[in-house]
C-alpha cells in the first residue's frame, strides 16, 4: 500500500476493524518512510455479468430500486428492503465466487421478496419469469398458497 502522502511502498498495519456488517476491513496504516498515518478500506469484489456480457460491480441500491418499484403502492418499510438487499448480497457472496450472472441476483430476491409482500413478489416474479397470461398469475398464485414458490 502507497503512503497517501510521501507514496512510499512500505507500511504497516497498526489496526483492523469489521465494518459494514462485516463486508468491509477498515485498516490504520502508518509510512514507515513518513511515520503518517491514514485509513484503507477493503471491500471484496463482486461483479454482475449482465444478459448482454456487460460487467458491473454489485448494487445494492440497483437491488432496492427493483424491489421499491415491484412494491410500489404497498406498504413495505425502507429498512426492510435495506435489509432485503443485504440478504441477496450475503445469498450472492455465499456462493463463494467474485462473478454472478444478473439472472442469480432475481433468483435470489424471489424468496425473501415473497417473505416480505407477496403482491411485490408477484409483481416482480411477473417480470423477471417474464409472464405472458393471466394463467402465469394463477399458476404463481396456486405455488404461493402451495409453498412451492
Partial sequence: M???FCH???????DSRLIDDGMTIRRRREC???????????RSQLIVV?????????????VIRGVRRACQGR?????SLKLLAQQVE???????????????????ILEPLRDLDEVGY?????VYKSFSSAQDFENEILSLRNGDA
Fill in 90 to 108: 450475503e445469498t450472492l457472496r455465499s456462493k463463494g465466487t467474485p462473478r454472478v450472472n444478473s439472472n442469480d441476483i432475481g433468483l435470489a
Fill in 75 to 79: 406498504d413495505v418499510p425502507e429498512a
Fill in 122 to 126: 408477484l409483481r416482480f416474479a411477473s
Fill in 2 to 4: 502507497h503512503c497517501q
Fill in 50 to 62: 449482465k444478459r448482454d456480457g456487460v460487467v458491473e460491480d454489485f448494487s445494492r441500491d440497483k
Fill in 32 to 42: 514507515l518512510a513518513c511515520g503518517k498515518r491514514f485509513t484503507t478500506l477493503e
Fill in 8 to 14: 512510499h511502498d512500505q507500511t504497516k498495519v497498526i
